[in-house]
């Protein structure tokens, strides 16, 4: 626990500035862990056995972040040329002899679709009006619903809430954080930089902490299918890069839109 509150601490005093400033300094400290995050989802699929194209994956990860952040008009164009690549390494797999090809495809699309199109909201949250506010909303909203969740579940959960995803999770746990993360959004609504009424805060709010257990969950279920319990070693304490976004890329996402459509006059 003392290893991982340090960690943590560290992580923090890092972020916080970085989201402040904003620009090319939150771009390579964001793009740093979501390709670190593609990296050692390809490192879950090969322990389950597939043989999804590292370049493909990794690099077009990466690719889409870019494109995303700085070249916006090409990145559907770069997202249709990955696929179609994928597609094309894949078959030439199966001519060679690879019997899982077609699953292989599915592994190496689905990553960096996932990490890389999805992934890349953590980047477009920044870029709203007033994104750095909307980044330390979003953010701590979720890891103090999933603190909450963790304490209350650790010491009062009884009812397991998926016992085959994630056994230690408990139902008493996930009411706690949505309790939390909703009370989290009245108190930034109320006290806050930004404009925008209790009753939109505790909605904001109650959305994140409801919504957001599913990327941690999403998250487990391809460890379930590596075998793994963590998905890398990358920080200490915290296991990898992919534990540490998972919740969050549904946040930034989820986020992206909701502020889009309910929050921006």
């Not at 340090?6 to 916080?16: M, R, V």
């Not at 930034?188 to 930004?194: E, H, I, N, S, V």
Request: aromatic share 16%; net charge positive; hydrophobic share 50%.
């Amino acid at each position: 626990m003392l290893r991982r509150s340090i960690t943590a601490l560290i992580l923090l005093s890092i972020a916080i500035p970085v989201i402040l400033a904003g620009g090319i300094y939150i771009f390579l400290f964001l793009g740093f862990f979501i390709v670190v995050a593609s990296w050692e989802y390809l490192q879950m699929f090969r322990a389950a056995k597939s043989e999804p194209s590292p370049l493909i994956l990794v690099g077009g990860t990466f690719a889409l972040i870019v494109t995303r952040r700085y070249f916006p008009e090409a990145a559907e164009a770069t997202l249709t040329l990955l696929v179609l690549t994928a597609m094309t390494v894949h078959l030439l797999a199966y001519e060679r002899g690879r019997e899982l090809a077609g699953t292989d495809f599915a592994v190496t699309v689905g990553g960096f679709v996932y990490l890389g199109w999805v992934g890349a909201y953590l980047l477009d949250l920044r870029e709203l009006p007033n994104g750095q506010w909307w980044l330390l909303f979003v953010l701590p909203c979720v890891w103090v619903a999933d603190s909450f969740a963790y304490f209350v579940g650790s010491k009062f959960g009884t009812h397991k809430m998926t016992p085959r995803l994630s056994p230690k999770k408990s139902w008493e746990g996930y009411f706690a954080g949505i309790l939390t993360g909703t009370l989290f959004g009245v108190a930034f609504a109320q006290y806050g930089p930004l404009e925008f009424s209790v009753l939109q805060g505790a909605l904001f709010g109650l959305m994140l902490s409801t919504l957001t257990t599913l990327g941690d969950l999403g998250e487990s279920l391809l460890k379930r299918q590596g075998g793994v319990k963590d998905s890398g070693t990358f920080i200490p304490g915290h296991g990898g890069a992919f534990d540490r976004i998972d919740s969050l890329i549904w946040a930034a996402a989820l986020g992206v839109f909701w502020i889009r459509w309910f929050l921006l006059k």
